[in-house]
T-cell receptor
Framework: KAGVTQTPRYLIKTRGQQVTLSCSPISGHRSVSWYQQTPGQGLQFLFE???????NKGNFPGRFSGRQFSNSRSEMNVSTLELGDSALYLCASSLGRRAEAFFGQGTRLTVV | AQKVTQAQTEISVVEKEDVTLDCVYE???????LFWYKQPPSGELVFLIRRNSFDEQNEISGRYSWNFQKSTSSFNFTITASQVVDSAVYFCALSEAQETSGSRLTFGEGTQLTVNP
């Protein structure tokens, strides 16, 4: 069974640009969550999608957005990039609310 | 509000030593789930265990064991006879069961474990 796949693995963007990250969950998983990991703030929850609906949202500015497609694949978008957005972005999929989450290898975003 | 604390930032041991990673959590919910994840240098978080708040039985899986104590709000993780391959960052996480929480995980700060040969 294929795991969670995130693309691209690495990205370098310039301040002010926008970026889209992609996540393909494990087959059959309808919940997809996104996390930001930085040395200073640790692992922080961005948002969760379930059956194409945003179910939960963390404390991030509106520049961070996401969506989920009918095949459960998800994308997250960050507009007007700032240097502080440099981080490892991790996607996780699960069967549902009480199930364990499985993570992808992440997308390492560097903003210069 | 929920919170997870891993007070040990870094631990360094010599191969074959036993090591315990501490995790203390806070939640107002009576139903919740606790997790441990391992993050090797590749970056992917590897799921190790899930525990629900009603199951205080300790669990052993090979060299890994977990001690869940509701009375002290702790969920500690012990690696017996550590190996170099155990070197990684280990995260403890909490998920509340209420509808509005969804699958949201609150993570601790992580403990960097280094096992030296």
């Amino acid at each position: 069974k294929a795991g969670v796949t995130q693309t691209p693995r690495y990205l370098i963007k310039t301040r002010g640009q926008q970026v889209t990250l992609s996540c393909s969950p494990i087959s059959g998983h309808r919940s997809v969550s996104w996390y930001q990991q930085t040395p200073g703030q640790g692992l922080q929850f961005l948002f969760e999608y379930f059956s194409e609906t945003q179910r939960n949202k963390g404390n991030f500015p509106g520049r961070f957005s996401g969506r989920q497609f009918s095949n459960s694949r998800s994308e997250m978008n960050v507009s007007t990039l700032e240097l502080g957005d440099s981080a490892l972005y991790l996607c996780a999929s699960s069967l549902g609310r009480r199930a364990e989450a499985f993570f992808g290898q992440g997308t390492r975003l560097t903003v210069v | 509000a929920q919170k997870v604390t891993q007070a040990q930032t870094e631990i360094s041991v010599v191969e074959k030593e036993d090591v315990t990673l501490d995790c203390v959590y806070e939640t107002r919910d009576t139903t919740y789930y606790l997790f441990w994840y391992k993050q090797p240098p590749s970056g992917e978080l590897v799921f190790l265990i899930r525990r629900n708040s009603f199951d205080e039985q300790n669990e052993i899986s090979g060299r890994y064991s977990w001690n869940f104590q509701k009375s002290t709000s702790s969920f500690n993780f012990t690696i017996t006879a550590s190996q170099v391959v155990d070197s990684a960052v280990y995260f403890c996480a909490l998920s509340e069961a209420q509808e509005t929480s969804g699958s949201r995980l609150t993570f601790g700060e992580g403990t960097q474990l280094t096992v030296n040969p």
